[in-house]
Each structure stands twice: as structure tokens, then as C-alpha cells.
T-cell receptor, first 119, second 114 residues
């Protein structure tokens, strides 16, 4: 079974430029997550999709970040314009469902991440 | 507010020794789940073990076990017979709240010495 795919693996841009990241979840997984992981910190959830609908985007800086999951499969995360503080690893994860409750096992499977450096 | 605390930024352990990674959590919800993930230098998060708040027994998965002390709100990960390949970042996370999302700790960097 193929895992979660992400591209590119690395990206270097200058501030105020735009950048896009792509994620292909595990086949059949309804829920897709985008996380931002700043060096030395744990991941922070940016947005969660259930199929092609948004479950939670409360921590997504909507003035510069956008994400979509057309057709409920692949997803794209975009930053426009980028700031220095956006330098981080962007992780995509997927799970079968979002879980039926807080006790739900519902393991999240992660991709290799995209390391973004903003100069 | 829900919170995960990992107090050990880094640890050095001799190969073949057991190691305990600390995790404490804070929540007012009676129902929650606790996860441990491993993140090697390659960057991918690898699921290790899960414990539900109502589970009577501590979870075990091969060389990994979770020392769950509910009254103390701690969920320490124990790795037995450590190997060089165990060198990585380890994250504790909790599922809970209204959206059942994962809340993550800051991680512990584990280095196994030969």
C-alpha cells in the first residue's frame, strides 16, 4: 500500500514570493490534514478536510495561506505572499476518518513533509 | 485548555539500555486518547503506540510500552533494549476536544550511543 505522497521535498523562496505544496493521501482515506512544524516544535494543525469539505481551519492564517482538496483526494496548500516566519516543515497526513470521538484510535499516516526555507 | 508537556529536550542513552521518555498532559475531558510518534531525521512521523483514557491495561507494541498513570496525568513511553535506529525525535500527542484533533508536545530528541 502506497503511503502519503508529498512534493516538493524541499523549497527555497524569497519573502513575498508564493509557493504551493501538493499532497496525495493514502487511497480511501477520507480525512486529510496539513500541519506546520517549526524547528524544535511539535506539529501545528493548519487545516483538516473530511472528503472535500473543511472540518477545521481555525489556525490557518487565511490572509496568506489557502488550501483546497478538490474531488476529495489530492490537496494543495498555498502561501502567498510568504514571510520569513513561514520557514518550517509542512506535513500532510491522512486517516480513514476523522474519528467518531476522542477515544477513536484513528491513526494518522504522515507523508515525508516539505521543508520550506524563506529567505 | 488542553496541553501536552514533554520536559526532556534531549536524552543520551547507551545502546541496549531501556529508556523512558516523559509526557504529561492536561485536559478536563474524561475521554481522550494518547499517542506517541517517532520522527527520524528523514522527517516522516511514524506512529508507535496508542492509549485510550478508559483502557485498563497499559498499551504495548513490541519494544514500546506506555506507562499510563491517569491520576498523575502522565503517559511515558518506555523503549526496551534500545537500538541505534531508535535515535530520533519522539512526540507525545493527545486526541481530544470538540474536533478530536491531535495536540502535540514539543518533542524529545533521543540519541542512542553505541
Amino acid at each position: 500500500e502506497a503511503g502519503v505522497a508529498q512534493s516538493p521535498r524541499y523549497k527555497i523562496i524569497e519573502k513575498r514570493q508564493s509557493v504551493a505544496f501538493w499532497c496525495n493521501p493514502i487511497s480511501g482515506h477520507a480525512t486529510l490534514y496539513w500541519y506546520q512544524q517549526i524547528l524544535g516544535q511539535g506539529p501545528k494543525l493548519l487545516i483538516q478536510f473530511q472528503n472535500n469539505g473543511v472540518v477545521d481551519d481555525s489556525q490557518l492564517p487565511k490572509d496568506r495561506f489557502s488550501a483546497e482538496r478538490l474531488k476529495g483526494v489530492d490537496s494543495t496548500l498555498k502561501i502567498q505572499p510568504a514571510k520569513l516566519e513561514d520557514s518550517a516543515v509542512y506535513l500532510c497526513a491522512s486517516s480513514l476518518t476523522s474519528g467518531t470521538g476522542s477515544l477513536s484510535y484513528n491513526e494518522q499516516f504522515f507523508g515525508p513533509g516539505t521543508r520550506l526555507t524563506v529567505l | 485548555a488542553q496541553k501536552i508537556t514533554q520536559t526532556q529536550p534531549g536524552m543520551f542513552v547507551q545502546e541496549k539500555e531501556a529508556v523512558t521518555l516523559d509526557c504529561t498532559y492536561d485536559t478536563s475531558d474524561p475521554s481522550y486518547g494518547l499517542f506517541w510518534y517517532k520522527q527520524p531525521s528523514s522527517g516522516e512521523m511514524i506512529f508507535l503506540i496508542y492509549q485510550g483514557s478508559y483502557d485498563q491495561q497499559n498499551a504495548t507494541e513490541g519494544r514500546y510500552s506506555l506507562n499510563f498513570q491517569k491520576a498523575r496525568k502522565s503517559a511515558n513511553l518506555v523503549i526496551s533494549a534500545s537500538q541505534l535506529g531508535d535515535s530520533a525525535m519522539y512526540f507525545c500527542a493527545m486526541r481530544g476536544g470538540s474536533n478530536y484533533q491531535l495536540i502535540w508536545g514539543a518533542g524529545t530528541k533521543l540519541i542512542i550511543k553505541p
